[in-house]
């Protein structure tokens, strides 16, 4: 079985990652950033290398320097992840490897990246909270994404958590006051609109170049497309091309 050529950018962050915890969380930092979206994942390698070649790739590009758009970034582990999981299934049924994202076909990366881009310019302050354990009360707000896939997008209220442990009287738990965190998830059956959602949450937020906004999803706990047996199967109905070597 052939494996998986990817950069090898992806191992450097993936152990950078073990050493800085704010990768894992909603870091504070100047989110202005004098250029387009497009330009801004460009500057950024360490994270978006592969995703600017697919946005490339998938003939989005222009749409990324032009357009007024809120994109939840997917950084480059969710990739290999992706392709990992189409070559599993190529396992099973005793064919070839992926071994290179060229090998699917342009409108199949378009297809799943457009889910993750919406219309307009939004941060995290205009979006309601969500609690996924109190859904009745807290349930963000269903959203279509560029291409019109169901998405909801809410902020989860983390608990603080005051005094110490160690202590007399030890600490206490702050419901809903500590740091905010977005999240993007997935609605798999637009019937039952609130049930089986599958999550992305957020690690960077309110990223903003000059055509809108960019929110970095953590790429510890996500797969590109959200459902990969959806991402593989039109993979396979358009039809993989195994000449891209």
Not at 15 to 40: H, L, Q
Not at 133 to 160: Q, W
Not at 193 to 215: E, K, L, Q
């Amino acid at each position: 079985m052939k494996k998986i050529i990817l950069p090898a950018l992806i191992v450097v962050l993936l152990t950078a990652a073990c050493k800085k915890s704010s990768f894992e969380d909603s870091g504070v930092n100047d989110p202005r950033f004098n250029g387009t979206i497009m330009e801004y994942l460009e500057s950024d390698p360490l994270y978006f290398d592969t995703l600017v070649r697919v946005v490339k790739y998938a003939g989005l590009e222009e749409t990324l320097r032009k357009e007024n758009l809120t994109f939840f970034a997917p950084p480059d582990p969710c990739f290999k992840k992706i392709l990992d999981a189409v070559n599993d299934y190529q396992l099973t049924l005793g064919a070839d490897s992926v071994t290179r994202f060229e090998q699917v076909k342009p409108e199949v990366w378009k297809q799943f990246l457009d889910i993750y881009l919406f219309p307009g310019n939004r941060g995290l302050k205009d979006y309601t909270q969500v609690d996924t354990l109190a859904l009745d009360t807290y349930k963000g707000a269903l959203f279509e994404s560029v291409n019109t896939t169901p998405m909801n997008i809410g902020v989860i209220y983390n608990d603080a958590v005051s005094g110490d442990p160690n202590t007399v009287g030890g600490s206490t738990i702050i419901k809903y006051k500590g740091y905010r965190q977005l999240m993007l998830s997935y609605v798999p059956d637009e019937a039952f609109p609130y049930s089986n959602w599958i999550n992305a949450v957020v690690a960077a937020s309110d990223i903003a170049p000059t055509n809108g906004r960019v929110h970095r999803l953590r790429y510890m706990t996500h797969i590109f497309g959200f459902d990969p047996f959806r991402f593989i199967q039109a993979a396979r109905e358009r039809g993989i091309d195994y000449t891209k070597q």
